[in-house]
């Protein structure tokens, strides 16, 4: 058994298609059954503050023995498929993340775990080139990158960094001093 089999859900249902089953099955219920079920939600949290200290303690007992039996069903299945102890220990660490991620949207999730993945996976250099391009308003230096998802789209060689598209007038600058011209452009071999 490949490790990541257990990372998905048995069934060949997808996430995406079972919340929209859930989605259109909460949608369908009738007047009726959506109100006797808010009433069942609506008695929870009174019956919890009703329930003694044995009570309590007995619904606490029985969750942790089914977490205890979820755990050794996990362990008995592994060990039978021969699943090295570090893939275990990986699952295990997988399933707490996602529970540290409980609050955060879907999307969120995905965005911030396709980011790491990016980061962990791209070379430490970055290299993005030479600063060639020219704003057409106002003449400053970019690099190509430093353009707009639209600018790029449009073909636009204005950029909205330096004079907002031409909106902004900005003052020309002084010349360079030649020795640090010399230093910048690299003709000074000393």
């Known amino acids: 058994m490949d490790v990541s089999e257990l990372l998905r859900p048995s069934n060949t249902e997808t996430r ?6 859930r989605r259109e099955e909460y949608n369908n219920v009738t007047d009726e059954v959506r109100n006797e079920r ?3 939600r609506r008695k929870r949290p009174r019956a919890m503050k009703k329930e003694t200290d044995e009570q309590r303690n007995a619904r606490n007992q029985r969750r942790r023995e089914r977490r205890a039996e979820k755990k050794e069903t996990l362990l008995q299945n592994t060990s039978d498929s021969n699943v090295p102890r570090d893939s275990i220990q990986m699952i295990r660490r997988e399933t707490f993340t996602t529970k540290a991620f409980a609050e955060v949207g879907t999307r969120t999730r995905n965005k911030i775990n396709a980011i790491k993945l990016d980061f962990a996976t791209r070379n430490s250099v970055l290299n993005i080139g030479l600063p060639d391009q020219e704003c057409i308003h106002c003449e400053a230096i970019m690099w190509k990158y430093e353009r707009t998802k639209q600018q790029e789209l449009t073909n636009s060689w204005g950029f909205s960094l330096c004079c907002s598209e031409g ?6 600058l002084r010349e360079t001093p030649p020795e640090l011209k010399n230093l ?3 003709s000074d071999q000393a």
């Open 16 to 21: 995406v298609q079972r919340n929209k089953r």
């Open 38 to 40: 808010n009433k069942q």
């Open 184 to 186: 910048l452009d690299g």
């Open 167 to 172: 909106k902004v007038e900005l003052p020309k």
